[in-house]
């Protein structure tokens, strides 16, 4: 029946199902050390192939060892090396590299940062990571009793920096760190063991690295805002410049073909600052929703800690709140004001292009009524020229009657030619003007 069942499957149900425990955290029991690295190999959504580097790295890790690595479309791996474990993540912008180690006895805080795992990572790999890793974080697993202000004055001598956060977390354990890279290039968390339940140690680091990645990755976009604060300024400056340049030019607008030149030379400048804006935008959009999502990430990571406060010392919920929020507003607050000048530049875009419009309509006009003044000049012409014609015709159809006047006159007919030729000259005459008038009325018709 599971043979039938299972060809019953849509065809992505196992890959699918598959998805919620692709990421399975570490089982870690105290006491253990830890080294957790970030690399970032490029910037992502430039057509850079970033998971192929990724799998490159991790390629060459293993072939040092002797172990399989697994394919190109692996997002994730883990592998017991014996001496350390390792639990390797392919993310969108990055891939982290766990390295954990077990003790068989505890140590002192200090001596179990100098016996991380990394130790026993060949320096040619570590050396092919320069200018990539954007995490570096040593974090120690220890047990402890529940004693805070004992627990203080011991972290202050593993810490560099004057400022800890700390708190109770998880109702069993607690997290010392500073946020600050140490001496040795990596930063450092504590995270201990008071009364956890089996497996939430894991939980708990993983919650603490991931803070600690997407904290870093959040960042990336305060650069960006940065960069872009003194462009925007002075796309703005040219701005109010040519909005103010459009009002005095519509004060004293009267229609001359320099005025028209400077709208012209306006408008041009204005789709400038278009294109620069716009330019911009696709440079940084995408940089400033990264740090919004990741920075939703590391609130969210933070609220699964419920952490409880130790007196004296702010918890890790307070430190992002006062130390990360502020660059995230930034960035959020950049990118609004990007929306809105390019929205301000589109307005006044229209509003020059509308006028210029006007004044073209008014042009067409001017046009169109120099086409009918000359349309009526040549109908006039052309019933002048047809008065002519009336003449004209008139006399040869006269003078033709006076050669067959001539004619009968000379077969013996007594006629006149001279009077009868006088005679059919106002018949002839209208019967021509009559007939222009008919063939006219024709034409009209049709």
């Not at 394919?71 to 639990?87: C, N, T, V, W």
């Not at 109770?168 to 997290?175: A, N």
Request: hydrophobic fraction near 45%.
């Amino acid at each position: 029946m599971s043979i039938v069942y299972a060809s019953l499957n849509h065809p992505q149900r196992v890959a699918l199902a598959a998805e919620v425990h692709s990421r399975p955290f570490l089982r870690l029991h105290a006491p253990e050390t830890l080294t957790h690295l970030a690399v970032y190999v490029r910037e992502a959504g430039n057509g850079i192939n970033h998971g192929k580097d990724q799998h490159v790295l991790l390629s060459a890790l293993c072939t040092h060892f002797g172990v399989s690595a697994p394919d190109q479309e692996a997002k994730h791996f883990y592998h017991d090396f014996g001496r350390f474990r390792l639990k390797w993540e392919c993310h969108t912008e990055f891939a982290t590299y766990t390295f954990a180690q077990e003790h068989q006895s505890a140590l002192p805080t200090a001596q179990a940062f100098a016996q991380v795992p990394l130790a026993h990572v060949p320096q040619e790999w570590l050396l092919s990571l320069q200018g990539k890793i954007m995490v570096a974080a040593h974090v120690v697993l220890e047990h402890g009793a529940d004693d805070t202000a004992q627990t203080a004055q011991d972290m202050e001598a593993i810490f560099e920096g004057k400022l800890m956060t700390s708190s109770k977390v998880l109702q069993g354990g607690e997290i010392w760190t500073d946020f600050v890279i140490q001496s040795d290039g990596f930063s450092r968390f504590v995270v201990r063991d008071i009364d956890l339940r089996d497996l939430q140690g894991g939980r708990l680091v993983q919650r603490i690295l991931e803070i600690e990645t997407y904290r870093m990755m959040a960042l990336l976009g305060l650069p960006h805002a940065q960069q872009a604060g003194p462009t925007m300024n002075q796309i703005e400056g040219d701005l109010a410049a040519l909005t103010a340049a459009m009002v005095t030019a519509d004060q004293s607008f009267k229609g001359t073909p320099e005025e028209h030149a400077e709208d012209e030379r306006i408008l041009r400048k204005i789709t400038g600052l278009a294109a620069r804006i716009e330019k911009m935008s696709l440079e940084n959009s995408y940089r400033f929703s990264a740090s919004q999502a990741y920075f939703r990430l590391v609130q969210a990571r933070i609220e699964e800690l419920r952490e409880t406060r130790i007196e004296g010392v702010p918890t890790i919920g307070e430190f992002m709140d006062r130390r990360l929020a502020p660059a995230m507003n930034t960035c959020q607050a950049l990118a609004q004001r990007q929306a809105a000048l390019a929205e301000r530049i589109a307005h006044t875009n229209d509003l020059l292009r509308t006028r210029i419009g006007i004044v073209q309509e008014q042009q067409n006009r001017q046009i169109l009524q120099s086409m009918n003044a000359r349309a009526a000049q040549q109908l006039k012409l052309q019933q002048a020229v047809e008065g002519l014609s009336v003449a004209a015709i008139s006399y040869y159809m006269v003078g033709l009657f006076g050669y067959l006047g001539k004619a009968a006159k000379a077969a013996g007919v007594p006629i006149n030619p001279e009077i009868a030729t006088g005679i059919v000259v106002p018949v002839f005459a209208a019967v021509v003007w009559l007939g222009l008038r008919r063939l006219h009325k024709g034409m009209h018709e049709h």
